[in-house]
């Protein structure tokens, strides 16, 4: 489904990915772990083009987005959903009006089919009646399950998390994990995930990809993953201050 190849990208004199290459496979959870700071939301921007790198392909269904015009790469875009780190609502408009936002810009439904289905996208995440709430008035989880809801309006083929268990107490992230699970599962979606919560990687992944200093230095299941010898994964995994990853 995606296929990342010798990605290259700096700001200023910091290398940020630097020969990266990555295959995400198609209806599985990918998980990408790694330090902070250390790009991974950089090469999620790469994978739904907000990004461009300065060399390498980014191959979506076999077509290098790398080298499309704004119009084509919107159509691309058109194969992805997005949760962001805040769920990223807009904060003037209703949870109905936040969902139905993607159906709006990008469809030609009418309002009676699209009021169903904000309905179903909301109700697929354990939410229902909240369609008239403003964000404000929403717990974090509550805002994450709605963002979810967007991300899946026009049901894509692809969705991108970016730490979407940030700022969520233990039972709140484990149920958005399992929520992740499960749609993931029911839509057969291809999923990419980026996180720091080393529970939630292995329950979520069908495989986890370690970034390190610009390159994937280990891509697994997570029985793989558990069994690694490699240094910088096993003292990132056990959140070791000893080990090769320096403290800066």
């Known amino acids: 489904m995606i296929k990342l190849v010798d990605l290259h990208k700096s700001f200023g004199r910091q290398k940020v990915l630097d020969g990266l290459d990555l295959d995400i496979e198609d209806g599985k959870t990918t998980v990408i772990i790694g330090r902070s700071g250390g790009g991974k939301s950089v090469l999620l921007k790469h994978m739904i083009g907000l990004l461009r790198p300065e060399r390498g392909q980014i191959l ?21 959903g997005m949760l962001f780190q805040e769920a990223a609502l807009f904060d003037s408009m209703t949870v109905g009006e936040n969902v139905a936002f993607p159906l709006r810009e990008h ?25 008239e709430k403003m964000p404000s008035e929403l717990s974090g989880g509550m805002r994450k399950r709605v963002g979810l809801a967007r991300a899946i309006a026009m049901r894509p083929q692809i969705v991108l998390f970016d730490e979407p268990t940030t700022g969520l107490d233990p039972v709140m992230a484990e149920a958005i994990n399992r929520l992740i699970i499960d749609t993931q599962k029911n839509l057969n979606l291809t999923c990419v995930v980026i996180s720091h919560d080393v529970r939630s990687i292995f329950e979520i992944g069908h495989r986890i990809a370690m970034l390190y200093e610009g390159k994937i230095i280990e891509n697994g299941t997570p029985e793989e993953l558990r069994a690694s010898q490699n240094p910088v994964t096993l003292q990132f995994l056990a959140g070791s201050i000893e080990g090769p990853i320096r403290i800066m």
């Open 107 to 131: 469809t030609r439904m009418k309002e009676k089919e699209i009021r169903e289905t904000v309905a179903d996208r909301l109700r697929s995440v354990g939410l229902t009646g909240v369609e």
């Open 60 to 80: 979506i269904d076999g077509t290098d987005i790398t080298k499309l015009n704004d119009r084509a790469l919107n159509e691309i875009r058109k194969k992805f």
